[in-house]
């Protein structure tokens, strides 16, 4: 496979993973929520003759008049997935921010759940490809918090979009292709294939080549279905991912140093901050995602949702002089005094710098959104 799966820039936006302290995921809306008024259909000509030249060309991808006609009924111009596209490119947290969300005390509590409850389905799949039950339910966890964040943007609509755009055009154009062939393959209906404002689909987020290369009829109905309620399909789909992608049967992700970890390569991916013994099956992790964060947060994921504790080395303060515990304290106070934080992670996301203007706008400071110790000790 010359690509990972995701490896064209999806970040922990785009996986559905927020910070209580952020604002709503942009990658993923939730099921109970609906979708978002930009991520809707609007009139745009320069999209609309793109298709035309697109239906134009795809017989030559071997797609029927019948698909097309399926696959574009409904479908339209998505301005939301522009702007996410644009806002995503520029996304950067550390790695101490990274896994407080990857990790939160709520992710670990429903992932020790969700493995209980599918835990016959989760053996079956680690006797079959060798990866560890609890490997493929952190990789569940991250990618759509369990299945509750699947997605509702329509797969054909964000990828014709994102082709026309022509920031990614060709590599968009692909995903669109293979949505197509998945729908002319009959595993799922037009109106039925939904994901994230990318492409992303299903319990997992497989994106649509990855799809028509991995995805897995664990069921026995005919059907790949990612999409369902029942999420068997899907971690079986991941299983095979990474036991193509390398995976070794008895081997760790790789640990903390100090922790267990033996052998390996070592890396410190935050300067000051822990280190880690990884193996080659944390290379295979990042097959799925192709990130060093995102590798050590299924990996650390996995470890507590198998009972595991918390890692032991400590992260450096931030670029403003804050440890994680002066930013808890600091989103703490300003909620005590009536400023909206959205919880208390210690991750500055939009909403704590919205709490601090608000703040600092009430007490006659300069307004900057910024935290600092100074404004930690003006909280009192």
Not at 128 to 147: H, K, M, N, P
Not at 257 to 262: D, R
Request: aromatic share 8%; proline share 4%; with cysteine.
């Amino acid at each position: 496979m010359g690509i990972s799966r995701r490896q064209f820039g999806f970040g922990i936006l785009a996986t559905g993973l927020s910070a209580c302290t952020s604002s709503a995921p942009v990658g993923i809306v939730s099921r109970s929520t609906g979708l978002a008024d930009d991520l809707r259909p609007v009139p745009n000509a320069g999209y609309d003759a793109w298709v035309s030249g697109f239906r134009a060309r795809a017989g030559g991808y071997g797609l029927s008049d019948a698909t097309l006609r399926a696959g574009f009924r409904g479908a339209g111009y998505l301005p939301g997935v522009i702007k996410r596209d644009r806002n995503q490119t520029e996304f950067k947290r550390s790695l101490e921010d990274y896994l407080s969300i990857a990790v939160s005390d709520e992710r670990v509590a429903k992932g020790r759940a969700a493995l209980a409850r599918h835990r016959g389905t989760l053996s079956a799949l680690e006797g079959r490809y060798g990866v560890d039950a609890e490997i493929i339910t952190a990789v569940w966890g991250l990618e759509s918090f369990y299945g509750e964040r699947r997605g509702d943007v329509p797969v054909i609509s964000a990828t014709s979009t994102l082709a026309y755009d022509g920031r990614r055009g060709s590599f968009f154009e692909k995903q669109l292709v293979a949505a197509l062939k998945i729908l002319q393959s009959g595993d799922i209906p037009a109106d039925r294939m939904t994901g994230s404002w990318a492409g992303a689909m299903g319990h997992t987020q497989f994106i649509p080549t990855s799809y028509l290369s991995f995805a897995v009829d664990y069921t026995g109905d005919g059907r790949r279905d990612i999409w369902s309620e029942d999420p068997s399909d899907a971690l079986a789909s991941t299983a095979a991912y990474l036991q193509r992608s390398g995976w070794t049967r008895g081997v760790r992700w790789g640990a903390e140093t100090g922790a267990g970890a033996s052998g390996g390569r070592i890396i410190q991916p935050q300067p000051g901050g822990p280190s880690f013994a990884v193996t080659g099956n944390f290379s295979a992790i990042k097959r799925y995602n192709n990130s060093d964060a995102y590798a050590i947060g299924v990996g650390h994921l996995a470890d507590r949702i198998g009972g595991a504790g918390p890692l032991r080395g400590s992260f450096p303060p931030d670029a403003n002089g804050l440890t994680k515990q002066d930013r808890i304290a600091l989103q703490r106070r300003l909620t005590a005094k009536g400023f909206d934080t959205g919880g208390t992670d210690g991750v500055i996301g939009p909403k704590t710098r919205d709490a601090i203007s608000a703040f600092q706008a009430s007490t006659g400071r300069a307004v900057t959104g910024e935290p600092s110790l100074a404004l930690l000790r003006a909280l009192g």
